[in-house]
């Protein structure tokens, strides 16, 4: 399969999320930055870059369907191997979020420190509805050669929406970059390859804005 090459930062902008990245009242406490939640800086409620981008997701309205999403940690891949497998199979297609949940729970006391790295069975299973058995297949086989740090630069977030139905859509595997962040080296690559699966894979970039700024539109 080929790898496109992205060439600059707009091809890895798409696909449109319609939340807006634009944030307000930076603080930094040590290492840690956070803003306001609200995208119009209102409010007191506060969290860090990828929270934020989360729950603004999650509050997304439009006729027909509801929005979630979870953080993806760096060894979420080897966490969820561990709870359904190695190998992905065509029966993970036929799980449910409850069968997900009690094979995490009969995996629990092996999973040990990578227990937090592991989605919500709600998450896994919109993962594994939206990837599909072959792309998982490739994604697995990437992210479990080796267990040294992340070397793959999974993205921080995966976004989905469910539809009346109860069918998981609109899959986006999003790499959260407040403004002046550098890349790691190995986050581009990764985003390249989730494309060249067919999946929607991005970065977002932070705008920060005092009070006083006039807002942009969403992303």
């Known amino acids: 399969m080929t790898t496109k090459v992205l060439h600059d ?3 890895i902008r798409k696909p449109a999320l319609r939340i807006s990245h634009i944030v307000y ?6 290492s840690r930055v956070t803003y306001l939640v609200d995208p119009k800086g209102g409010g007191e409620q506060r969290d860090v870059a990828e929270e934020v981008i989360l729950k603004r997701w999650r ?3 439009f006729p027909g369907y509801s929005f979630h999403g979870d953080r ?3 060894h979420c891949w080897k966490a969820i191997s561990m709870v359904l497998g190695n190998a992905p199979s065509a029966s993970w297609m036929t799980l449910s979020v409850e069968s997900i949940n009690e094979m995490r729970e009969a995996a629990s006391e092996s999973l040990g420190h990578l227990r937090h790295s592991l989605p919500a069975p709600s998450t896994m299973y919109a993962l594994i509805q939206v990837c599909g058995f072959e792309r998982l297949r490739l994604i697995f086989e990437r992210h479990l050669q080796t ?8 993205p921080d977030l995966f976004l989905f929406a469910t539809d009346r139905s109860g069918r998981q859509v609109m899959g986006r595997f999003v790499e959260v970059k407040k403004p002046e962040e550098p890349f790691q080296k190995t986050q581009k690559p990764e985003i390249e390859f989730l494309q060249s699966l067919g999946l929607h894979a991005r970065v977002l970039r932070l705008i920060e ?5 006039p807002a942009m539109k969403n992303v």
Do not use: S, W
């Not at 009242?25 to 040590?30: D, I, P, S, V, W």
């Not at 267990?147 to 999974?154: A, I, M, S, V």
């Open 59 to 61: 509050k997304r309205v």
């Open 209 to 213: 804005r005092d009070a006083m700024q």
């Open 9 to 11: 930062d707009e091809q």
């Open 25 to 30: 009242g930076r603080e930094k406490n040590g």
């Open 72 to 74: 993806l940690y760096p």
């Open 147 to 154: 267990t040294d740090g992340d070397p793959f630069g999974t």
